[in-house]
């Protein structure tokens, strides 16, 4: 059982999992098809808060998995493939493992295309966040990037 599964690798999953580490909740990361996210792909990053010259992408997406790291997040390699949010503990399959956490953070692309997550899988997560709104009676607040 898991206090907080991250399901996404990439700047915000990073920062979810610093935070969360730092708060002592042991995260678990779920690195997703595209480890990093598109920052891992990106070449120079320029808007970066701290860096006034720029960083690369693969750089900036160690150092922050390292910082985590630091923090006591853990981190799995896998592709999500079923998310249960209709009871706690919450249920996050990646491919033959599953996990169980008290929290879920969902830090993916908002494309619709997103590599390694299925269009149905992506549907089922969809679902899931519409299934948990309805059973807290409140929104959930879902951050795009």
Do not use: W
Request: with cysteine; proline share 6%; hydrophobic share 40%.
């Amino acid at each position: 059982m898991h206090n907080v599964v991250i399901i996404g690798s990439g700047c915000a999953g990073l920062t979810a999992a610093i935070y969360a580490a730092r708060a002592n909740l042991s995260p678990l990361v779920i690195d997703g098809h595209e480890p990093g996210g598109q920052l891992s792909l990106t070449t120079h990053v320029e808007n970066f808060p701290g860096f006034p010259d720029g960083i690369l992408g693969p750089e900036l997406i160690e150092n922050m998995r390292k910082q985590a790291q630091k923090f006591g997040a853990e981190f799995k390699a896998g592709v999500i493939s079923e998310v249960d949010l209709t009871k706690r503990p919450f249920r996050i399959t990646a491919g033959k493992e599953t996990y169980e956490a008290q929290s879920l953070i969902v830090a993916i692309r908002k494309s619709q295309s997103k590599p390694g997550y299925s269009k149905e899988t992506q549907a089922h997560l969809a679902e899931s966040l519409d299934t948990l709104e309805q059973a807290l009676k409140a929104p959930l607040r879902r951050v795009a990037a």
